[in-house]
């Protein structure tokens, strides 16, 4: 009987040993999976995932922008007869590959009612008496899914090639920028002073060429999750009326 017992508790003992051991090996490729996604992760993507831009990494942007502003009516898509500032710019790809250069300020993202292309964000320059007007996309933070990428229209530039484009802003000037929330990084800043304001510089952000055969509209825009971007920036002009 002693012997018995003894073999049956070694047969219990190795029965649930035999059961851990399945137990960890279904556990197995739920940690395979994650070191896998995280290996794709590191890669260098070139194409669109899942509707997140995937750029190449360790890209060399290089552009440069000439301005030229004067007061103006509002173009189409504004309030008709507004009057404001007309700045007429060329974008330059000085750089050895395709660029996309951002045509519009991504009107997802927009608190005020003109959509128009040439509608541009207003914030703080790179000095006291400049105001910013930029055509960009702002991101995403960090850990943050949205139920929506924004996007911000593009057109492609081929190296030593350029793209003309307009911005209007509206006068007096106003610090016009996305409200900001959990789901969009604002980086640049309101206008400390308005009033203060004597030039301007028209920035627009940048991002890789759009990989061949890429589709639409992933192709032709700018997304807030896009990697490798960039905001090139004009010298400071003067603001027409600014000399007062």
């Known amino acids: 009987m002693t012997a018995?017992?003894?073999?049956?508790?070694?047969?219990?003992?190795?029965?649930?040993?035999?059961?851990?051991?399945?137990?960890?090996?279904?556990?197995?490729?739920?940690?395979?999976?994650?070191?896998?996604?995280?290996?794709?992760?590191?890669?260098?993507?070139?194409?669109?995932?899942?509707?997140?831009?995937?750029?190449?990494?360790?890209?060399?942007?290089?552009?440069s922008i000439t301005a030229t502003a004067e007061t103006a009516t509002a173009p189409e898509g504004f309030t008709s007869g507004l009057e404001g500032v007309l700045v007429s710019y060329t974008v330059t790809n000085e750089g050895a590959e395709p660029i996309?250069?951002?045509?519009?300020?991504a009107a997802s993202q927009a608190r005020s009612a003109a959509q128009a292309p040439a509608g541009v964000w207003v914030s703080a320059g790179s000095e006291d008496d400049i105001v910013r007007l930029s055509k960009q996309v702002f991101g995403i933070p960090d850990g943050v899914l949205p139920n929506e990428v924004h996007r911000a229209a593009s057109t492609t530039v081929e190296p030593g090639a350029s793209a003309e484009d307009t911005a209007f802003v509206p006068l007096e000037l106003r610090t016009d920028l996305p409200s900001g929330s959990e789901t969009i990084t604002v980086t640049e800043s309101p206008l400390a002073d308005p009033g203060a304001a004597r030039r301007l510089e028209v920035c627009v952000q940048i991002a890789p060429g759009p990989p061949a055969g890429q589709e639409e509209p992933y192709a032709s825009t700018i997304a807030a999750d896009a990697q490798d971007t960039a905001l090139v920036c004009s010298e400071p002009i003067m603001l027409p009326g600014g000399e007062r």
Not at 40 to 55: K, L, Y
Not at 100 to 105: I, L, N
């Open 100 to 105: 996309k250069v951002a045509q519009d300020r």
């Open 4 to 63: 018995a017992r003894h073999q049956l508790a070694a047969t219990m003992v190795l029965g649930l040993t035999l059961t851990a051991c399945v137990t960890t090996g279904d556990d197995m490729p739920t940690s395979q999976q994650q070191t896998s996604t995280s290996d794709v992760g590191e890669e260098e993507p070139t194409t669109e995932v899942a509707g997140r831009s995937a750029a190449p990494t360790d890209v060399d942007l290089t552009a």
